[in-house]
């Protein structure tokens, strides 16, 4: 315990308010086995301090009138290999609040305070349980909105980013090394280090642009992905988005003009959230409402990830409304699928270009479905990294990189100043250092955790 952070025992409830099953209560700190002794009464007269680390003991939650509030799992796990690095007791009670206030408040009346929120992993933090990057990973674990999501923080906390950082700091040192060595070698005309040190410093570029064009798509990964149904006027537009989502939730009607604005709808499809968007169709109107729709419907055009352009097959288009699908798939070729709807009924016209479905009678949503699925795997792909990266993580590597374009600029002179390379390089270790936090101020420290919930 010698060279641990140690605190005041905290205690917080780990799972989410709300009746169920079970509840879990979690606390840690020195001394916490006592506490905790002092609020329960186990068989056969143990001792949550006896008992053996990592087991698991069933006994009684007692108040200070020593009347039973629960009957409870302790889990007893000696530091430092807990997850704060603390002593620690993990309660597992009945999920109903007045026995989770109950059994909190008794902790209180011990001596227990109720923990900050993110405290238990800001302790496992400066126990070096965990870094500052894997820290965050276990907050975008919990908020995840997709599968896909909770791997890539999983990942993230298994270490991932974590190693990638570790070899840019490899890459710098490795450079220092270098700009110390052409001191020594400074007189001998045969050695030359620039060329060395400039190839180092582009491949370290490289690496901080990769993670940084990943970004958007990370981003992508986390909001789901935007499906907008795009197409002139009784289309069958909302018909599909209800039979894509399985209910009636837009107003279909033959009346021309029935969808007015866009209408929003999520679903869970392979691990990723979908936002379906229906909007208004496509036409020239004077009805001011009306317009105010189609304008709404452009804009979902640039906004949509995927873009289902909407055709009624059993007619061809007018010249006004082919200059809207063309217009179209000229600004948006990349993320369009044409839909020809309708098909049920005779088609006066033939096409190999898209998918053939009929919301009517249900027929083709499957095919749909697959197509959209491959332009959404087609997007998850450009995201290359295993890891997740955040606002944080992408203003500290621009200013990483920034600092590197000026080593560069160093470097790209006749005669190179080392010291100032040196120097230079030295300042931007000290910047990295910032993802892990081990030399981190209590500011950052502070900005990272306050987004954390209590419990965690
Ligand atoms: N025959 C046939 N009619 C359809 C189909 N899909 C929609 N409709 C009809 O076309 C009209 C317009 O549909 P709606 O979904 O409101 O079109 P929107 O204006 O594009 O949203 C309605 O009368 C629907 O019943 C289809 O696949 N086949
Ligand atoms: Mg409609």
């Not at 974590?162 to 400074?186: G, K, P, R, V, Y």
């Not at 009346?255 to 866009?262: E, H, S």
């Not at 959209?372 to 995201?383: S, V």
């Not at 993802?435 to 955790?449: A, C, L, Q």
Request: aromatic fraction near 8%; hydrophobic fraction near 40%; charge should be negative.
């Amino acid at each position: 315990m010698n060279n641990l952070y140690s605190c005041s025992i905290i205690v917080a409830q780990c799972t989410p308010n709300g009746q169920g099953a079970l509840a879990l209560v979690r606390l840690t700190g020195d001394r916490v086995f006592e506490l905790v002794d002092n609020m329960c009464v186990l068989p056969a007269k143990k001792k949550i301090t006896n008992l053996p680390t990592h087991s698991v003991q069933y006994g009684t939650v007692v108040d200070i009138n020593n009347e039973p509030i629960d009957h409870v799992l302790f889990f007893k796990m000696d530091a430092p290999h807990t997850f704060t690095g603390l002593d620690t007791v993990e309660i597992t009670c009945h999920n109903n609040i007045f026995i989770v206030n109950a059994l909190i408040e008794n902790a209180i009346n011990h001596g227990a305070r109720i923990a900050e929120p993110g405290e238990f992993t800001k302790l496992a933090f400066l126990n070096k349980k965990i870094d500052l990057v894997q820290a965050e990973s276990i907050d975008e674990l919990i908020h995840a909105t997709s599968l896909a999501h909770a791997k890539s923080a999983l990942k993230q906390l298994e270490g991932s980013f974590s190693a990638s950082i570790d070899n840019l700091e490899q890459q710098l040192l490795h450079l220092l090394t270098l700009c110390a060595a052409s001191f020594e070698f400074i007189e001998e005309e045969n050695i030359d280090f620039t060329q060395t040190i400039q190839k180092q410093l582009s491949s370290i570029i490289e690496d901080i642009a990769r993670i940084e064009k990943n970004f958007d798509a990370q981003i992508q990964l986390k909001e789901g992905f935007k499906i907008a149904f795009i197409g002139c006027v009784n289309a069958g537009k909302s018909s599909l988005f209800n039979a894509m989502l399985e209910k009636k939730r837009a107003i279909v009607n033959e009346k021309a003009g029935t969808t007015r604005d866009t209408i929003e709808a999520t679903i869970s499809k392979n691990g990723y959230y979908w936002t379906l968007i229906d909007t208004a169709g496509l036409r020239t109107t004077h009805d001011v409402i009306e317009q105010e729709g189609i304008s709404k419907s452009l804009e979902q055009a640039i906004l949509a990830d995927v873009l289902l352009l909407v055709y009624d097959s059993s007619r061809v288009l007018s010249t006004e409304e082919e200059m809207f699908y063309n217009k179209l798939i000229e600004t948006h070729e990349a993320k369009i699928i044409k839909v020809y709807n309708k098909n049920d009924q005779e088609i006066p016209f033939s096409y190999l270009d898209g998918i053939g479905c009929s919301a009517l009678y249900n027929k083709g949503i499957d095919e749909l479905t697959t197509a959209i699925n491959k332009k959404i795997n087609a997007l998850t792909q450009k995201n290359e990294l295993p890891f997740l990266v955040n606002k944080r993580h992408i203003l500290l590597l621009q200013t990483v990189k920034a600092k590197i374009a000026d080593v560069v600029l160093l470097c790209n002179k006749e005669k190179i100043a080392y010291e100032l390379v040196s120097c230079q390089l030295h300042d931007i270790l000290v910047q990295l250092s910032e993802f892990s936090g081990n030399t981190i101020n209590e500011k950052i420290m502070d900005r990272v955790f306050e987004t954390f919930c209590v419990g965690k």
